[in-house]
Nanobody, 118 residues
Framework: QVQLVESGGGLVQAGGSLRLSCTAS????????MGWFRQAPGKEREFVGG????????YYEDSVKGRFTISRGNAKNTVYLQMNSLKPEDTAVYYC???????????WGQGTQVTVSS
């Protein structure tokens, strides 16, 4: 079992920045890849980006490339989502997820709200 807890959400003006954190417990954190997802009101959950177990590779959904950065601190069992140049359309509940076994994301956090005002 893996438990994931997100933090760092809040209200920010357009153009501002936030950093989300996701702390994991329950299994060796450095053994699995992590991802960030988001779900806006009335929309389906969408992939934001991911990072490999080593942190050597990251990948992003097109709309956040150049603005969002994912990193991880394996010693702290934490993955981060640095969000810069935020736009109102980034408003959503953000979730972290762990890819522990197989190609799918098996474990999810409870989500943290990000609201970007115009």
């Amino acid at each position: 079992q893996v438990q994931l807890v997100e933090s760092g959400g809040g209200l920010v003006q357009a153009g501002g920045s936030l950093r989300l954190s996701c702390t994991a417990s329950g299994r060796t954190f450095s053994n699995y890849a992590m991802g960030w997802f988001r779900q806006a009101p009335g929309k389906e959950r969408e992939f934001v980006g991911g990072i490999t177990w080593s942190g050597d590779n990251t990948y992003y959904e097109d709309s956040v490339k150049g603005r969002f950065t994912i990193s991880r601190g394996n010693a702290k069992n934490t993955v981060y989502l640095q969000m810069n140049s935020l736009k109102p359309e980034d408003t959503a509940v953000y979730y972290c997820a762990a890819q522990v076994t197989g190609p799918t994301y098996n474990y999810w956090g409870q989500g943290t709200q990000v609201t970007v005002s115009s």
